[in-house]
């Protein structure tokens, strides 16, 4: 069921206005969605959907750079209501993407790249 952010009438609904998953009394956004998803079982999950090679490959190196620069911050406050990465942070997932994928990868590609994990593996559009 889609809601606003007036009461919580039920577990698991998603928020129209920002992206969220509601739970009893509390939000995660889809940014602490990512933190619960390994490199390993991404790259299961993707190989079982039918997507190539190379964007399996990309997509695990967007999640190894957003656990690497956003987890800790996303930890920090337990996955519920962190508004995202910041124009910094996502600059650094980019240097760490481009220097493992071996050619430049723009700030707005992570970001396509994570929305498209999201959605892939727990059916929500980000």
Known sequence: MVTDHGYVQGFGEICSCERCLRLPWRRVTWWGLLGDLTPSLLERRLRREGLKAE??????????????????????????????????????MAIVVSERWGEAVSEGMVMVQLGMIVEVCYELAP
Not at 72 to 77: I, N, Y
Not at 79 to 87: A, K, L, R, T
């Open 55 to 92: 964007v399996v490959e990309l997509a695990c190196l967007c999640l190894e750079a957003y656990r690497l620069v956003c987890l800790p911050e996303v930890l920090a406050v337990q996955y519920f209501c962190w508004p995202g990465p910041e124009s910094e942070q996502l600059r650094e």
